[in-house]
């Protein structure tokens, strides 16, 4: 039931700086408004991934089972994740422009459940994330036995991402100086590559399945 989980646990880490204007805006919402504001915002953002992780579970499921036993599988799943990790780095490329504008566009009203709305429709409008999550549920059919052990591999996941998120948030004010748009172009480029890798590890595994990692 617990394979894979260490896998889950980094690709929670990593998607919390890859869920595109989330990351920024997390942070600029906890040095403007405050910690709650922010962790409102962010968890509007989770439920998103919620509504994706179940449409693409139950909408995958059968799929899945016909081919669980297929050693092919980890690989299909880690293509999936080198192909979301291009296209993410492709987007990021040329949306300079539009962080640069995120940056500065600063709204200090405060407004809880705005936020989480905010934060569920920034998500739910990104089909990428959508995705993302398939990948994910490939991923975690491929590295664990059992259907508990999915479920207990996308509970981590996003567990993950919420600890990491408030670790972000926590530490915003004192990473102020350090958000500049070319920073944060930087880091969402980064974040995509460490995606690729994450899948061209699967698919490594994949063809070579007597290698642990």
């Avoid at 040329?94 to 705005?114: A, M, P, W």
């Avoid at 880091?187 to 490594?204: D, E, Q």
């Amino acid at each position: 039931m617990f394979d894979g989980l260490l896998y889950a646990v980094l690709y929670g880490f990593i998607l919390a700086f890859a869920v595109g204007p989330v990351f920024f805006i997390i942070i600029e919402t906890s040095i403007t408004k405050g910690f709650r504001s922010a962790l409102t915002f962010d968890l509007g953002a989770i439920f998103a991934d919620i509504v994706f992780i179940v449409f693409a579970y139950y909408s995958t499921s059968r799929i899945l089972d016909k081919i669980k036993d297929d050693p092919n599988l980890i690989i299909f799943g880690g293509l999936i994740l080198c192909v979301f990790g291009v296209i993410s780095y492709i987007k990021t490329s040329k949306s300079f422009r539009q962080i640069v504008r995120e940056h500065y566009s600063v709204d200090t009203k405060k407004n809880l459940l705005g936020l989480f709305i905010k934060g569920f429709l920034l998500n739910f409008i990104n089909f990428g994330v959508l995705a993302g999550w398939i990948g994910v549920i490939v991923m975690a059919n491929a590295l664990t036995t059992t259907s508990e052990g999915v479920i207990a591999f996308l509970a981590t996941v996003l567990i993950s991402m919420l600890i990491t998120d408030v670790a972000k948030i926590l530490l915003a004010k004192k990473l102020k100086s350090k958000m500049t748009p070319r920073f944060i172009f930087k880091t969402k480029k980064w974040v995509s590559i460490l995606i690729i890798v994450f899948g061209a590890a699967m698919i490594f595994q994949g063809v070579f399945p007597t290698l642990k990692f």
